[in-house]
């Protein structure tokens, strides 16, 4: 089966300033922990500007993958290009989107993949779950701050993963 290309996106406006929805979603490490997304290992290649990744989906399912340089414009977008090994998805572009709206801000999330053919179906599924948890994080962001929460950024969903190595001497 041939692969396909999909593009997930979804935006909401917030009544916040692209400033502060940076600050919010520019930590991609504690976006990434908040929304349960798993710690990832990184390890150079021959080319400094790629790196190779490892992690456990659903924490049992060994993922690897390249992972380039981000592009960033601060308080306007990002988004990161990985290219996996194995898997349903061959190649993946995500990132956000905050455009100016008023007084607040609207953020546009997106997910693009090339599949790796069969399993169209399940990349289409983590794609768009990847972009609906990244706005939902700005809604319990809000929803904290609301309630007078003194940091109302969301924590990770779970226990941060701690990595306990002896040294032996």
């Known amino acids: 089966m041939k692969n396909q290309n999909i593009r997930c996106e979804r ?3 917030y009544p916040m300033p692209p400033a502060e929805a940076w600050r919010l979603l520019g930590d991609t490490d504690h976006l990434n922990r908040a929304i349960g997304l798993p710690s990832v290992e990184f390890s150079a290649t021959a080319d400094p500007l ?5 992690a456990r ?7 690897r993958w390249r ?3 981000f592009d ?3 308080e306007r977008r990002y988004a990161v290009r990985r290219e ?10 995500v ?3 905050l455009r100016p709206d008023g007084g607040g801000v609207t953020v546009v999330s997106y997910a693009e993949c090339t599949t790796t053919g069969v399993f169209s179906r399940a990349a289409w ?7 609906t948890d990244l706005l939902d994080f700005c809604d319990r962001y809000l929803a904290r701050k609301e309630a007078g929460r003194a940091d109302p950024v969301p924590p990770p969903k779970g226990r941060p993963a701690v990595e306990d190595r002896k040294s032996v001497v």
Do not use: C, K
């Open 50 to 54: 790629i790196r190779n990744a490892r």
């Open 67 to 69: 992972e380039f340089p």
């Open 95 to 97: 990132g956000i989107e």
């Open 84 to 93: 996996f090994e194995s898997g349903p998805v061959a190649t993946i572009v």
């Open 125 to 131: 599924r983590l794609a768009r779950g990847s972009v």
């Open 57 to 63: 989906a659903f924490g049992v399912v060994p993922v």
């Open 11 to 13: 935006n909401r406006s």
């Open 72 to 74: 960033w414009v601060r």
